[in-house]
């Protein structure tokens, strides 16, 4: 038994409130990043883990949207998603834990990070909602002209 789920389309504030977000959150960090006097090593980790993190963040909230919608995930994939998703945090909270910055300079990471995480959730949900009330709209229009 197949599954329907009714979505709405986002408004267009929204849309554009999760892409501020996200430019703000990664732009924020990865001028840190440049401007920051750590090593050039140091500096590729942390870009390494918010390329993780924001792949492992949209993989996550696709695999358990399509889950959601009755669309078939393996438990290996699901579990390889969270995995990723939940060291990448943690990788991030011992590095920052670990770094030789000021309290300030860490927390910026950190809500920088936590900012472009979030955001590029929204984002996947907001792209994934407007293309299901597309096809929703689809569905419905061909219905009611084959009603007619």
């Known amino acids: ?26 732009s924020a960090y990865l001028f840190g990043l440049w401007k920051s ?21 949209i993989s996550l909230q696709k695999t358990i949207r399509d889950k959601q ?3 078939n995930v393996t438990s290996m994939y699901m579990m390889s998603c969270r995995v990723a998703l939940i060291s990448a945090l943690v990788l991030m909270a011992i590095g920052l834990r670990n770094a030789e910055l000021l309290l300030s300079e860490k927390g910026f990471f950190a809500m ?12 996947q949900k907001n792209i994934r909602d407007v293309a299901a009330s597309t096809s929703d709209e689809g569905v419905s229009e061909v219905k009611d002209e084959l009603v007619e």
């Open 112 to 123: 920088a990070y936590t900012l472009s995480l979030f955001s590029v959730v929204t984002i």
């Open 1 to 26: 038994m197949e599954q329907h789920h009714q979505y709405h389309q986002p408004t267009s504030a929204f849309i554009m409130a999760s892409w501020g977000a996200f430019v703000i959150g990664s």
């Open 69 to 71: 919608e009755g669309i």
């Open 37 to 57: 006097t750590m090593e050039l090593n140091e500096k590729g980790y942390y870009f390494s883990l918010l390329l993780l993190g924001l792949f492992a963040a």
